[in-house]
């Protein structure tokens, strides 16, 4: 008997930034209509779940991510009736919805918010992280928000301060009051209730802040930003985060097959493993190997890693691309190479865990180059030209060669890359060598193969620094992945003691392409080989 799938552990998700995937109304900003009319093509292309970036209503400061009203869809997007249909249209697809919370803060334009900046004996004043000022009528702390300058704004009517991470106009919520944590849970039983599949947390670990507000000690060295001064010891990591996690995972377990993964802030590697068991989340993200040089070694070190970290007991996920990251296509090739993308395709959809993509990835789509004068992320506006923020990694999809690229017939909230009439769904669905047809087929082979989606992984040491080696396995079977990070001909001598015999059954849609001979295989540059072996 075939065991059964998970969708979330077994499949592969799919992050769409809702502005800017397609629109249907003619106001430049993608809806939930437009992703409901390309539910087609991602179920073609073959993924299992959506990752639908923040889709409450917002004033949109930091486009979603300060939210207004946890309960309804931004007018934007829809409304509650096109979520609906979305989730139907898209579970009759065998595709799952994740949702994107954001509850370490809210908009200042919250209900909440705004009683709880009415008075001092306002029954939602302490939803809220205020204190008074310093004796010195300074700030309570020292601590600073993540978007510059200080982390605490003062309130003239209240003559107190609240904390905000990020943008004053997303103030921390108050964990600590039971009334917020009960709040926040019944968030996540009023979708698991509509038929939501799971959730994606935003800056998770910064719910909880030190009950005492201690100043966060001073870190050694030269730093640019304030921000790095200084040790982030009590604005974030608090131990009280396990117990809250566990209670959300308790509420999930009640829901069948459903998922929750967590995006920790400025947490390394080990920090962010700690926060994944069978009683917190599914899974958590880690930077290091989406930030990896383009190097064999480089890429197999954080592959080790990160694994090697999850051992038996906990399954880990990998994302080269998301909404705050340039590009993996605009970081690691030239303009038009996608010989390099195919190599990274093939490493991300072949490894021991859950595969994000992000919107564009597979069509190998471009960060675009936003002038100051178009610039709308709040980071951007105040670290320019130092930083140029998140804008040109969110440019809208590029559906096909018609103007604004298919996505909208007006002009879009952000500019569509100049590419457009070249790199887009449309010409590269036509194309057999595509980026597209690539993706496509390597994961037709992922979700045929149990070693790929399901087995163990072993890396391999091999002789050329420039070969990424290592092997997939289940109880019945064995796989062989050969990737040449290099722009020469490479060799790799296969170990054939071991096995009966190897089948090479992808090679990729290159016009050259990875051969074999009994015991040596031979890559072209940035070849691809992938091999089968059934058990003897």
Same mark, same amino acid.
């Given at each position: 008997?075939?065991?059964?799938?998970?969708?979330?552990?077994?499949?592969i998700?799919?992050?769409?930034?809702?502005?800017?995937?397609?629109?249907?109304?003619a106001?430049?900003?993608?809806d939930?209509?437009g992703?409901?009319?390309?539910?087609?093509?991602?179920?073609?292309?073959?993924?299992d779940?959506i990752?639908?970036s923040?889709?409450?209503?917002?004033?949109?400061?930091?486009?979603?991510?300060?939210v207004?009203?946890?309960?309804?869809?931004d007018?934007?997007?829809g409304?509650?009736?096109?979520?609906d249909?979305l989730l139907?249209e898209?579970?009759?697809?065998?595709?799952?919805?994740?949702m994107?919370?954001?509850?370490?803060?809210?908009s200042?334009?919250h209900?909440?918010f705004?009683?709880?900046?009415m008075?001092?004996?306002?029954?939602?004043?302490?939803?809220?992280?205020w204190?008074?000022?310093a004796?010195?009528?300074g700030t309570?702390?020292?601590?600073?928000?993540w978007f510059?300058?200080?982390?605490?704004?003062?309130?003239?009517?209240?003559g107190?301060?609240?904390f905000?991470?990020?943008?004053k106009q997303?103030?921390?919520?108050?964990?600590?009051?039971?009334?917020?944590?009960?709040a926040?849970?019944?968030?996540f039983?009023?979708?698991?209730?509509?038929?939501?599949?799971?959730?994606?947390l935003d800056?998770?670990?910064?719910?909880?802040?030190d009950a005492?507000?201690?100043?966060?000690?001073?870190?050694?060295?030269f730093?640019?930003?304030?921000?790095?001064?200084?040790?982030?010891?009590?604005?974030?990591s608090?131990?009280?985060?396990?117990?809250?996690?566990?209670?959300?995972?308790?509420?999930?377990?009640n829901?069948?097959?459903?998922?929750?993964?967590?995006e920790?802030f400025?947490?390394?590697?080990?920090?962010?493993?700690?926060?994944?068991?069978?009683?917190?989340?599914?899974?958590?993200?880690?930077?290091?190997? !989406?930030?990896?040089?383009? &190097?064999?070694?480089? =890429?197999? #070190?954080a592959?080790q890693f990160?694994?090697?970290? +999850?051992?038996?007991?906990?399954?880990?996920?990998?994302?080269?691309n998301n909404h705050?990251?340039?590009?993996?296509?605009?970081?690691?090739?030239?303009?038009?190479?996608?010989?390099?993308l195919?190599?990274?395709?093939?490493?991300h959809l072949?490894l021991?865990g859950?595969?994000y993509?992000?919107y564009?990835?597979?069509?190998?789509?471009?960060?675009?180059?936003i002038?100051y004068?178009?610039?709308?992320d709040?980071?951007?506006?105040?670290?320019?030209?130092?930083?140029?923020?998140r804008?040109?990694?969110?440019?809208?999809?590029?559906?096909?060669?018609?103007?604004?690229?298919?996505?909208?017939?007006?002009?879009?909230?952000?500019p569509?890359?100049?590419?457009?009439?070249?790199?887009?769904?449309?010409?590269? !669905?036509?194309?057999?060598? &595509?980026l597209?047809? =690539?993706? #496509?087929?390597?994961?037709?082979l992922?979700?045929? +193969?149990?070693a790929?989606y399901a087995g163990?992984l072993?890396?391999?040491?091999t002789?050329?620094?420039?070969?990424?080696?290592y092997?997939r396995?289940t109880?019945?079977?064995?796989?062989?992945?050969?990737?040449n990070?290099?722009?020469?001909?490479?060799?790799f001598?296969?170990?054939?003691?071991?096995f009966?015999?190897w089948d090479?059954i992808?090679?990729?849609?290159?016009p050259?392409?990875?051969?074999m001979t009994?015991?040596?295989?031979?890559?072209?540059p940035?070849?691809?080989?992938i091999l089968?072996s059934?058990?003897v």
């Amino acid at each position: 008997m075939t065991e059964k799938k998970l969708w979330w552990k077994d499949g592969i998700i799919y992050q769409i930034y809702p502005r800017s995937f397609q629109d249907t109304n003619a106001d430049g900003i993608g809806d939930l209509t437009g992703i409901i009319q390309r539910l087609d093509y991602l179920q073609d292309l073959g993924i299992d779940g959506i990752w639908l970036s923040p889709i409450n209503p917002s004033p949109d400061v930091d486009f979603g991510y300060d939210v207004s009203d946890y309960h309804t869809i931004d007018p934007k997007f829809g409304n509650l009736q096109d979520f609906d249909r979305l989730l139907s249209e898209a579970h009759k697809r065998d595709i799952h919805i994740i949702m994107d919370l954001v509850l370490n803060h809210t908009s200042d334009q919250h209900r909440w918010f705004q009683e709880s900046r009415m008075s001092r004996s306002n029954p939602y004043h302490d939803w809220y992280i205020w204190r008074d000022p310093a004796p010195d009528g300074g700030t309570p702390n020292n601590w600073r928000s993540w978007f510059g300058g200080p982390g605490w704004e003062f309130d003239e009517k209240l003559g107190q301060y609240y904390f905000h991470m990020f943008a004053k106009q997303q103030p921390d919520l108050n964990w600590r009051n039971p009334d917020v944590r009960a709040a926040m849970l019944d968030i996540f039983r009023y979708w698991l209730d509509k038929g939501v599949d799971g959730f994606r947390l935003d800056v998770f670990n910064c719910w909880y802040k030190d009950a005492d507000l201690r100043d966060n000690p001073r870190r050694s060295g030269f730093h640019l930003r304030n921000f790095e001064k200084t040790e982030h010891i009590y604005d974030v990591s608090q131990p009280e985060m396990i117990p809250a996690l566990q209670d959300i995972r308790k509420i999930l377990d009640n829901y069948p097959d459903r998922y929750v993964v967590g995006e920790t802030f400025l947490a390394d590697a080990a920090h962010a493993r700690t926060y994944v068991a069978e009683d917190r989340l599914h899974a958590a993200f880690d930077y290091g190997y !989406a930030n990896s040089p383009f &190097s064999a070694k480089a =890429f197999g #070190k954080a592959i080790q890693f990160w694994d090697s970290l +999850h051992g038996e007991q906990a399954w880990p996920n990998y994302f080269l691309n998301n909404h705050d990251s340039s590009r993996s296509s605009s970081r690691y090739t030239g303009p038009n190479d996608d010989a390099r993308l195919k190599l990274l395709a093939a490493m991300h959809l072949t490894l021991r865990g859950t595969p994000y993509l992000y919107y564009g990835e597979e069509i190998g789509m471009r960060d675009i180059s936003i002038p100051y004068s178009q610039t709308q992320d709040p980071p951007a506006k105040r670290y320019w030209p130092f930083y140029k923020g998140r804008d040109g990694y969110r440019s809208p999809m590029q559906w096909d060669a018609h103007p604004f690229a298919g996505f909208s017939t007006v002009e879009p909230w952000l500019p569509v890359h100049p590419n457009f009439k070249v790199r887009n769904v449309a010409n590269q !669905a036509d194309t057999s060598a &595509s980026l597209l047809n =690539f993706y #496509k087929s390597l994961i037709a082979l992922r979700r045929k +193969h149990p070693a790929l989606y399901a087995g163990n992984l072993n890396l391999i040491d091999t002789a050329e620094d420039a070969l990424l080696v290592y092997k997939r396995f289940t109880p019945k079977q064995t796989m062989l992945v050969v990737l040449n990070f290099s722009k020469s001909i490479q060799s790799f001598t296969l170990p054939v003691a071991e096995f009966n015999h190897w089948d090479l059954i992808f090679t990729g849609n290159e016009p050259l392409t990875s051969h074999m001979t009994d015991s040596t295989l031979d890559l072209p540059p940035y070849g691809i080989a992938i091999l089968l072996s059934q058990a003897v």
